[in-house]
């Protein structure tokens, strides 16, 4: 069951990390996520909801990644890994492994770093 929903899952975390994105490319000050939102599916609503903490450290990485540079970003991509295996180990739910390089896109390291 928790593979049927894993889905929705990583839409949840994409969604408020995007949300903190777009607030603060709008100039938007931070606001408080809401940890919950309903997904249409073929067989009904489905509501998916989240821990505050991680909803709030989600949607404050993407507002802090709008305006990162590089060191700012691979610590951003820090924190968002650690909400992501927090939500994993506490959902015991698998995670795509891609899921944090699809919402951060690291610099390349140059050979001298």
């Known amino acids: 069951m928790r593979a ?30 809401k940890n919950q939102k309903t997904y249409n599916t073929l067989r009904g609503e489905v509501d998916v909801w989240l821990p505050v903490q991680q909803s709030s450290s989600l949607y404050n990485a993407g ?13 951003v991509a820090s ?21 944090r390089e699809s919402l951060i896109k690291l610099p390349e390291q140059s050979v001298a770093e």
Not at 6 to 30: I, N, V, W, Y
Not at 63 to 75: K, P, S
Not at 79 to 99: G, R, W
Request: glycine share 4%; charged share 25%; net charge positive.
């Open 4 to 33: 049927k929903y894993r889905t929705l899952f990583e839409k949840q975390l994409k969604h408020l990390f995007s949300s903190g994105l777009q607030d603060a490319k709008a100039g938007k000050p931070k606001s408080l996520p």
């Open 63 to 75: 507002f802090e990644y709008a305006n990162a540079d590089a060191d700012a970003a691979r610590r």
């Open 79 to 99: 924190n968002v890994q650690e909400s992501i295996d927090y939500l994993h180990s506490a959902l015991n739910m698998e995670v795509s492994p891609a899921l």
